[in-house]
């Protein structure tokens, strides 16, 4: 209640007394997928609140600060637990952003997503505008976390900001992301450091990233800087994507991007004797659980189908699809942290992988009599309905009714008819709704699921 007359969502209660009406308006509006006329109908039938649309508009309007809040104390409590029950080491933190457009395309809005790969949780999410850029100061650092991003992410000061927080990186890099420099403060060449890639396939040295502004005072400092040459097939899918960028640009495309397209480039801050080079790639190849993290708040939850215009409408429908997205993960949460991967098997390996077995032998058929094998050549005559077996029927004076799904086919309904008459006697005693029958492929289909009750 305090929260919600700090922010100034619940202010004059006329129609919506409490924070868990207006709470429970925001997620029918938002996940609940009704509009505002639908919103009103449905809290005045149920009796959470009575009020129109237009008043319902005002409300969850108001009501956007106040949700954000809600996100972030519950982000800040996750947080709080997540420090007391990891033990002390490294944790891998994925990042990335994905952009909400809003009905026409006219209003975009960004999501700043931070995932925790140990708890398979959000560890931090910031909602901005299409102009909110992405970068590795999005999130706070926590003391041994390595933050693992995308090239977009691969800037000057969100390096110095990771270093100084007492965390690491392992970034994707550009072309031309980072000015880097030689230890004696010359450019660093990396055409020269491809061509060794190219020869020995992976390649590594020690490089200084400095300042590309004028004027600014900026001290260099070293980072490792890894080279993976890509396979043919993915070196020319990068080469196709940098032309049409270029194209779309109105640039001509240089021989030194087409180059380092057939490169896999990663800058990162972890010691080498630790820290090997193909462990730092192994490690970066993890990001894509993010990727799917994005994936599934816009194909589970539709968060992207944002159908308001208005920012603080539009804020608040992307924070309750927010607030119910974490409530989701807490509950997930329950059953990760059971036996055998909860706190009493910690030393467990929480994943296994199996070997791999051959396939059995397929099974032959001896053809020895001329007869049998003319026999094993004819396709064999079954049932159109072999699949569907017969139940035992619980009451003799209610015997049991077969009901198929029907799948669109185009015939006539009396040939479906006869057929299921032919096969299923049961067929005869069904009512006019449940005479109906699979079909594939312009037979009977076999792989039918019927369902038996009593009449």
């Known amino acids: 209640m305090a929260s919600a007359q700090a922010s100034g969502a619940l202010v004059r209660r006329r129609a919506v007394q409490t924070p868990m009406t207006l709470l429970r308006l925001a ?22 609140a009575r009020l129109s649309d237009v008043a319902l508009l005002k409300r969850l309007q108001r009501a956007a600060g106040w949700l954000g809040g809600l996100v972030g104390e519950l982000l800040a ?40 790969l140990s708890r398979h949780c959000l560890a931090h999410v910031e909602l901005t505008d299409r102009h909110g850029a992405e970068k590795l100061e999005r999130a706070p650092v926590e003391r041994g976390e390595i933050r693992v991003g995308d090239r977009c992410y691969a800037r000057p000061e969100g390096l110095l900001y990771m270093i100084r927080g007492g965390g690491d990186f392992v970034l994707r890099l550009g072309v031309r992301s980072l000015k880097l420099l030689q230890a004696d403060g010359r450019p660093f060449g990396l055409p020269t450091f491809l061509r060794r890639a190219a020869k020995d396939g992976i ?16 001290q260099p400092f070293p980072v490792r800087l890894i080279a993976v040459r890509k396979p043919p ?28 397209a057939n490169y896999l480039l990663l800058v990162t801050s972890l010691d080498g004797a630790t820290y090997p080079a ?3 790639i192994a490690i970066y190849r993890l990001r894509w659980q993010v990727e799917l993290l994005a994936k599934r708040l ?21 924070y309750a699809h927010l607030l119910l997205a974490l409530l989701v993960e807490d509950i997930t949460q329950e059953f990760l942290d059971s036996p055998p991967s909860g706190p009493r098997h910690r030393a467990a390996r929480p994943f296994a992988v199996a070997p791999h077995q051959a396939p059995p032998p397929p099974r032959t058929r001896s053809h020895s009599h001329p007869r049998r094998t003319q026999q094993s050549a004819a396709p064999r005559r079954t049932s159109p309905l072999s ?21 669109g086919e185009s015939r ?12 299923i006697p049961a067929f005869a005693g069904m009512s006019a709704s449940a005479r109906t029958l699979c079909w594939h492929g312009g037979s009977p289909c076999r792989r039918v699921s019927c369902l038996l009750s009593r009449r």
Not at 36 to 48: D, I, Q
Request: proline fraction near 6%; charged fraction near 25%.
């Open 77 to 116: 409590e996750r947080a709080q637990l997540a420090r007391e029950a990891s033990a002390p080491g490294r944790w891998l933190r994925l990042i990335d952003g994905t952009v909400v457009g809003g009905p026409g395309g006219r209003t975009q809005w960004r999501l700043h997503l931070t995932f925790d």
């Open 298 to 318: 816009k194909s589970l939850l539709h968060i992207d189908r944002l159908p308001a215009k208005q920012t603080q409408l539009a804020r608040c429908w992307l």
């Open 233 to 260: 097939g993915a070196a020319a899918s990068s080469r196709r994507a940098a032309r049409r960028a270029s194209q779309r640009q109105g640039n001509r495309i240089s021989r030194q991007t087409l180059n380092a």
């Open 278 to 280: 193909a462990m730092v």
């Open 412 to 423: 006539d309904p009396s040939c479906r008819q006869r057929d299921a008459e032919k096969w």
């Open 27 to 48: 997620l029918a509006y938002g996940p609940g997928g009704l509009s505002l006329r639908e919103t009103s109908a449905w809290a005045e039938g149920v009796g959470v």
């Open 387 to 407: 699949s569907v077996r017969s139940a035992p029927t619980p009451n003799a004076l209610s015997p049991p009714t077969v009901k198929l799904a029907n799948m």
């Open 203 to 218: 390649a590594e040295t020690t490089v200084l990233v400095g300042h590309g502004r004028r004027g600014k005072s900026w």
